[in-house]
């Protein structure tokens, strides 16, 4: 079965840049996208298709992904993005896939 | 606007049976693909279930496979979850959400509040 894998936790200094990432294995050849949960809240996409941005998303939010890596980039991080964050991709064989999800802490 | 609501969540004993109901509106309900997702108390995110726009093709993760069943009414815009043989693992918010587009492997755009299912005795 395919896996993702992504650090439990990210910390970031306000104003500043955070990078998530989101390990599988030559994740680079599937379609990657990013949701990010709030507490009490429902998942909202930031990132689809690995580097588009829903309408609504500031371009602050942005995505890549190579190799056996995909990164969420969040510049200018702010207060009101700590959030969790997840990866998400299709797989012929386990279909529908999560990452662990990552909670980003924006000091 | 396009927006999902999900209802019949509850508290359940082990063995036993609920059913999941996700009101869509804002959208053309019959012209995507649906799928349920749901989350464990401070876990993350599973892929449950999906269903086609017809509803003539299913699929389900090996965890619920044979016990949870998918389905819609186009007619009433609404997507169904039935858990029957219900376990303690199976305790989580059960979201609802919509392929936001009408291609493979899509992303979940929107998804809707959850609803709360709690299998204890």
């Known amino acids: 079965s395919y896996e993702l894998t992504q650090p439990l936790s990210v910390s970031v200094a306000l104003g500043q840049t955070a990078r998530i990432t989101c390990g599988g294995n030559?994740?680079?050849?599937?379609?990657v996208h990013w949701y990010q949960q709030k507490p009490g809240q429902a998942p909202v996409l930031v990132i689809y298709r690995d580097s588009n941005r829903p309408s609504g998303i500031p371009e602050r939010f942005s995505g890549s992904n190579s190799g056996n890596t995909a990164t969420l980039t969040i510049s200018r991080a702010q207060a009101g993005d700590e959030a969790d964050y997840y990866c998400q991709v299709w797989d012929s064989s386990t279909l529908w896939v999560f990452g662990g999800g990552t909670k980003l802490t924006v000091l | 606007e396009v927006q999902l609501v999900e209802s019949g969540g509850g508290l359940v004993q082990p063995g036993g049976s609920l059913r999941l109901s996700c009101a869509a509106s804002g959208f053309t309900f019959s012209s995507y693909w649906m799928h349920w997702v749901r989350q464990a108390p401070g876990k993350g995110l599973v892929w449950v279930s999906r269903i086609n726009s017809d509803g003539s093709s299913t699929s389900y993760a090996d965890s619920v496979k044979g016990r949870f069943t998918i389905s819609r009414d186009n007619a009433k815009n609404t997507l169904y979850l039935q858990m029957n043989s219900l376990r303690a693992e199976d305790t989580a918010v059960y979201y609802c959400?919509?392929?936001?587009?009408?291609?493979?492997?899509?992303?979940?755009?929107?998804w809707g509040q959850g609803t709360l299912v709690t299998v204890s005795s």
């Open positions: 030559n994740i680079g050849s599937k379609n």
């Open positions: 959400a919509r392929d936001n587009e009408i291609a493979v492997a899509a992303p979940f755009d929107p």
